[in-house]
């Protein structure tokens, strides 16, 4: 039970280091954090965590800064080269119900 409380924060890990960006750490620093630098820790820096010729393509494409929670908006995600649904119940209900409650 007590991993399944922790395991929440690991979405907000990029917001955690765009805090770090505030207090003073270097952007590339902070990315690096969240990229690279997980995946030497985790022993899989040779497919994972930047982007070369031979590694696995698993990453993300957005518009706007991915460190800053308020202009985050992914575009596309990519797994291993293939790309992945960014589909989800909250997105279809919303775009359903967005003509009915615009706001006049």
């Given amino acids: 039970m007590h ?7 690991q979405r907000n890990l990029p917001f955690e280091a765009g805090q ?7 952007y590339e620093a ?3 954090a969240i990229s690279l630098n997980a995946a030497k820790i985790m022993g899989i820096a040779d497919r994972c965590g930047s982007i070369e010729v031979g590694k696995d393509a698993t ?5 706007g800064d991915a460190l800053d929670m308020r202009t985050l908006q992914v575009t596309a995600a ?8 960014l589909d989800n119940k909250q997105k279809e209900l919303y775009n359903r119900f967005e003509e009915k409650y615009k706001r006049q």
């Fill in 3 to 9: 991993q399944r409380r922790r395991g929440w924060r």
């Fill in 30 to 32: 902070a990315v690096a």
């Fill in 20 to 26: 770090a960006v505030g207090a003073g750490l270097p």
């Fill in 78 to 85: 990519f797994i291993q080269g293939r790309e992945i649904s």
């Fill in 59 to 63: 990453l993300f494409i957005s518009e």
